[in-house]
């Protein structure tokens, strides 16, 4: 049994084998092309089968609570100003109390979503967009703004530490899809297409229980090797409750495999830096690890990504 010690290391890819995977993934996923990327998959009929997981309405947020303290993982912490009741306490007319908020998007704390023009790659976005349609100004293709409508369909939670028995992964192990497909059987669950599909690594307990530590420089994650699995299934959107990639990258010369081939290759939509410690006690509860869920990103039309609660309904 892998323990704390022990971390999954599957083999290092070298650029060339990294090509390969890359061309074999968008060629498995060509259907998730145009503005909604892998969502495609999410057709009005799942969203509508979905609703059928919803069996005692509890409801369970899937984000973690906005960071505005600084720490070693996040150094520019979200800024949140209060205008409020002070000085004019001898005032008895109205008044408001009023917020100035300002947050990085994409940084290593804060739960939020990646929209697909939040990855450029060899000068390209997903489908062959080209990068110069982000601009300072915003962008104009792939952007937040295709997702107004939100996402709403079945969600599924993966718990990989729960599967290996130890309360997280360490920071540099990787999940494999050999750990989704275990995972998926000891839970009695099945991941299906057009699903939203959620991979607990433990990010979120170890972060709470053994201090902050500077995640850009490790942290568990997917194996590039895993998107197989999701590409089998035709996922609709992959979270995790950490950045969905490992630290360090197990690609030489590509630090964030898993974002280039999730969103730049296959289309899909990632949720990052979730948190899962409120769901699974409910899941094991229940017996059941599928679920309806929403996610409702702000309408921000372009922008490359925008803080998320995702919302799941058991």
Known sequence: ?????????????????????????????????????????????????????????RTVSLAAPVEISPGPDSPEPAQHTMRAWSDRSDDPGLHFARDSFAMNVHGDTDSHLDALCHVIYRGTLHGGVDASSVTADGATALTVGALADGIVGRGVLLDVPRRRGVPWLEPGDHVTADDLDAAEKSQGTRVGEGDLLFVRVGHRKRRAEAGAWPTAEARAGLHPSALHFLADRRVAVLGSDGNNDTAPSSVDGVDFPVHVLAMHAMGLNLLDYLQFEHLVPVCAALGRWSFFCVVAPLRLPAATGSPVNPIAIV
Do not use: H, K, N
Request: glycine share 6%; aromatic share 6%; proline share 9%.
């Open 1 to 57: 049994m892998t323990t704390r010690d022990s971390p999954v290391r599957p083999p290092r890819l070298t650029a060339p084998e990294f090509d390969t995977l890359y061309r074999r993934l968008a060629a498995a996923t060509s259907w998730a092309a145009g503005e909604r990327g892998a969502l495609a998959a999410l057709t009005p009929q799942r969203v509508a089968a979905a609703a059928q997981e919803i069996r005692s309405g």
